[in-house]
């Protein structure tokens, strides 16, 4: 069973800040992606990194997938109020189908 | 371009009944894939239908069952409702295998 940990699981952080969320496993995927979930709504892709290394940036968010393509983090360069919300990553392990595993989360919170 | 629409968006049932749960895909897409995603959780697999055919499935038991219609709308199905089910229900659907999901709003059901 492919595992993703992600930490840490609550972060409360002032407007303006800067902050790294991060995503493990024990297992190599094919590609992984992050998404944000608001309360009440489903989750919405933000990226996907397939290459191991691989960089992305999305405006204020950096995304980053290990060389080893076991983990990944996601950096905000001065937060606001509106990336509030919960940060899913989730790793697609191949085998012919769509069977993502997603991390628990980290609910992160940013305060005016 | 119509997104994806489940529905009910809320339902509450008793333990020992049976529910169905529907998913509208965006159009154009063929892929359906269902997840359950308890409090505080994130979504789990359950399983995935590609045209029609059931496409790979999580560790759920056999009371969770689905179908995929010809316009490549989905249901999920579960029997003998138990208190662990009350969950948020999330379907996603692709253009195609392997291709970026995008999830609906969910349905939260409630098992008392």
């Not at chain 2, 059931?54 to 199905?77: A, I, M, V």
């Amino acid at each position: 069973t492919q595992l993703l940990e992600q930490s840490p699981q609550f972060l409360s952080i002032q407007e303006g800040e800067n902050l790294t969320v991060y995503c493990n496993s024990s297992s190599v995927f094919s590609s992984l992606q992050w998404y944000r979930q608001e309360p009440g709504e489903g989750p919405v892709l933000l990226v996907t990194v397939v290459t191991g290394g691989e960089v992305k940036k999305l405006k204020r968010l950096t995304f980053q997938f290990g060389d080893a393509r076991k983990d990944s983090s996601l950096h905000i360069t001065a937060a606001q109020p509106g990336d509030t919300g919960l940060y899913l990553c989730a790793g697609e392990g191949g085998g012919g189908y769509q069977k993502v595993t997603f991390g628990i989360g980290t609910k992160l919170q940013v305060i005016p | 371009e119509t997104g994806v629409t489940q529905s009910p968006t809320h339902l509450i049932k008793t333990r020992g009944q049976q529910v169905t749960l529907r998913c509208s895909s965006q159009s154009g897409h063929n892929t359906v894939s269902w997840y359950q995603q308890a409090l505080g959780q994130g979504p789990q697999f359950i399983f995935q239908y590609y045209r029609e055919e059931e496409n790979g499935r999580g560790n759920f038991p056999p009371r969770f069952s689905g179908l995929q219609f010809p316009n490549y709308s989905s249901e999920l199905n579960v029997n003998a409702l138990e208190l662990d089910d009350s969950a948020l229900y999330l379907c996603a659907s692709s253009l195609q295998v392997n291709t970026e999901a995008f999830f609906g709003q969910g349905t939260r059901l409630t098992v008392v």
